[in-house]
C-alpha cells in the first residue's frame, strides 16, 4: 500500500495529491478508534456490544484497502474489464459478447467508457474489496497475524467487502467501515482535501464523530443504525455536499479525466502484453501467498511506461502523454445540472440546462476523422446524490422496496424529532436540503485530443497502417 497513490493520477494536476493508500489507511484507524470511543461514550445501553467488535473494527480500517490495484480505482476498472471480456459478458456499451477487435482496442472513447461505467449488480469479479477480504481470508500471513490477536479473520473480511451484516453483525457496527458516513470517509475526505488543496470537501470530522448516535430504524425497528441529532442535520447535509463538491473539483477534474483515459487505454494494452504482474485477477487468486503480489503496484506500471517510450504509434504517444505529462488539448466542454434522474442529454428549461451531448459528439467525430480515435476522447462524468447517499434514488419509494433494505442500513440518517428512539433517512426530512437535492444530476462532458507533441507521430502512424491494410499488410488495424 506505501507504493500504491491514494488518488491515481490526480497529481498530474494537484502536485502535492502523492500520499499513499497507506497513509490514508492508517489515517482510517485512526478514525475509527474515534468512532468507537465516541460511540461507546455516548451510546451507554450498547457500548458492550460494540467492545465486541473493536478489534475487528480497527483491523478492518487498517487493512480495507490491501486489495488495491496499480493506480487504485483505474486500475481496478480495467482489470474488472479484462476479467469481464474472458468471460465472455456482454459489454453494455457495444453490446458485444466477446472482447472487442484489436481495432477497438486502439480507442481513447472505450477506455474513457471503461472509466464512466459502473459495474453492474451481477458482477461477481475481483473488485478490490473483494480481493482484500479474499486476502485477509487466505493469505496466510495477514490470518495468522490476525488470529494471534485474537481477532476473527472472518469478521473482518465480511466489514471490508460489505457483507457484515449477513454474518450477523449489527448494522450499526457494519455502516462504521462500510456506509454513507464511515471511518474510510471520514479519513479520504480530510487527506485528500488537505493534499490537493480543495477546500470544498473540507468536514468537521471529529464533531460529526462526536454526534453519531444508535437508534432504531424507521422501517425496521429490531435493526439499530447510525443516527445524527436533529441538532446536527447541517452537518449531515454539509457532509453530503462536500463529497459532491469534492468529486466533481478533484475526482472528476477534467484533465485528471483526460489523462486517466489515456492510462486505460495503455494500461489495456500493457495487460494484453504480458508487461504488467499479472495478465489477468484470475492470476491473482490462485495462490494469494506469491510474493508476486507485493510488486502489483504503481511502479510496475511506471516501469511498462517508460519502456514503452520508444514505441512508434499510439501505443509511444499514450506513453509519453503519461511520462512527461504533456497535457491533452481540451477542445469541446459543457456541464450542468438537470433531473429528474439522468435526463441530461436536452436541455430542459424548467430543470436548468444539461450538457449538450450531442454537440460533444460532433466535435469528438470531426476530430477522430482528422486525428483518428487513438488521439481523441469524449469523457462523460455525472454525480447523483443516490452515488453519495444511497437512499436518495429516490427516497420516497425506498423503504416500501425490499431490495433497498440493505442499503438503507448505509444510508446518512437523523433521529426523528417525533421519536426520539427512532431514525429516519437524512434525505425524507423536509428541512433537508439534500432532500431538495434528490432528484438532481450534475453532469459534465468534454472532449479532448492528444498534445499537439505526440498526436501527430501517431496520426503518421495511423496514416501508415491504413495505407498497409490497403496493400494487404498484416499490420494491426486501426478503427475507422
Not at 471520514?186 to 477546500?199: K, P, S
Not at 445524527?228 to 452537518?235: N, V
Request: proline share 5%; glycine share 4%; aromatic share 8%.
Amino acid at each position: 500500500m506505501r507504493r500504491i497513490k491514494q488518488l491515481g493520477l490526480v497529481d498530474l494536476v494537484f502536485p502535492c495529491a502523492e500520499h499513499s493508500r497507506f497513509t490514508h489507511s492508517i489515517g482510517t484507524l485512526v478514525t475509527m478508534q474515534r468512532l468507537v470511543a465516541s460511540l461507546r461514550r455516548n451510546n451507554p445501553d450498547v457500548a458492550s456490544e460494540i467492545a465486541e467488535y473493536e478489534k475487528e473494527l480497527r483491523a478492518a480500517a487498517l487493512l480495507h484497502d490491501i486489495g488495491h490495484y496499480p493506480l487504485s480505482h483505474l486500475g481496478e476498472r480495467v482489470y474488472m474489464w479484462v476479467e469481464r471480456w474472458s468471460r465472455n459478458e456482454k459489454d453494455s456499451e457495444s453490446a458485444e459478447s466477446s472482447p472487442p477487435q484489436q481495432a477497438e482496442r486502439w480507442s481513447l472513447d472505450r477506455a474513457a467508457r471503461i472509466l464512466a461505467e459502473k459495474p453492474d449488480k451481477t458482477y461477481r469479479g475481483h473488485n478490490h474489496e473483494r480481493l482484500g477480504a479474499k486476502l485477509d481470508r487466505e493469505r496466510t500471513e495477514v490470518r495468522q497475524t490476525l488470529e494471534s490477536h485474537n481477532i476473527q479473520p472472518e469478521v473482518v473480511a465480511a466489514l471490508i467487502e460489505g457483507s457484515a451484516v449477513d454474518r450477523g453483525v449489527p448494522p450499526y457496527v457494519a455502516a462504521l467501515m462500510h456506509s454513507s458516513i464511515d471511518a474510510d470517509r471520514l479519513d479520504y475526505m480530510q487527506r485528500d482535501c488537505a493534499a490537493t488543496g480543495a477546500v470544498y470537501g473540507h468536514v468537521d470530522s471529529r464533531y460529526i464523530a462526536e454526534m453519531l448516535r444508535v437508534r432504531s430504524a424507521k422501517e425496521t425497528p429490531d435493526q439499530k443504525v447510525l443516527a445524527f441529532p436533529t441538532k446536527a442535520i447541517r452537518a449531515a447535509d454539509h457532509y453530503l455536499l462536500a463529497r459532491f463538491h469534492f468529486y466533481s473539483q478533484v475526482v472528476y477534474h477534467k484533465t485528471v479525466a483526460a489523462f486517466s483515459s489515456v492510462a486505460a487505454a495503455l494500461m489495456l494494452d500493457l495487460v494484453e502484453r504480458g508487461m504488467l504482474v499479472y495478465k489477468h485477477p484470475d492470476e491473482i487468486t490462485k495462490d494469494l501467498n506469491n510474493d508476486s503480489l507485493l510488486r502489483f503496484h504503481d511502479g510496475c506500471f511506471w516501469r511498462a511506461v517508460e519502456e514503452s517510450l520508444d514505441e512508434g504509434g499510439y501505443v509511444g504517444a499514450w506513453a509519453r502523454t503519461l511520462w512527461y505529462r504533456l497535457r491533452p488539448e481540451l477542445v469541446y466542454h459543457s456541464e450542468g445540472f438537470c433531473g429528474p434522474g439522468n435526463k441530461c442529454h436536452a436541455k430542459e428549461k424548467s430543470l436548468g440546462h444539461g450538457p449538450d451531448l450531442v454537440e460533444a459528439r460532433k466535435h469528438r467525430d470531426n476530430l477522430v476523422g482528422t486525428y483518428g480515435p487513438a488521439s481523441v476522447c469524449l469523457i462523460e462524468a455525472r454525480i447523483q446524490l443516490a452515488d453519495i447517499d444511497p437512499t436518495a434514488r429516490p427516497v420516497r419509494d425506498a423503504t416500501a422496496d425490499a431490495r433497498m433494505r440493505p442499503q438503507l442500513f448505509e444510508a446518512v440518517r437523523v433521529v426523528s424529532p417525533e421519536k426520539p428512539d427512532v431514525a429516519e433517512c437524512l434525505v425524507e426530512r423536509p428541512e433537508s436540503l439534500a432532500r431538495m437535492l434528490a432528484d438532481k444530476t450534475w453532469a459534465r462532458v468534454a472532449v479532448f485530443r492528444l498534445h499537439s507533441d505526440v498526436v501527430s507521430s501517431a496520426t503518421v502512424a495511423r496514416r501508415e497502417a491504413a495505407s498497409a491494410a490497403d496493400t494487404g499488410s498484416q499490420s494491426p488495424p486501426t478503427a475507422s
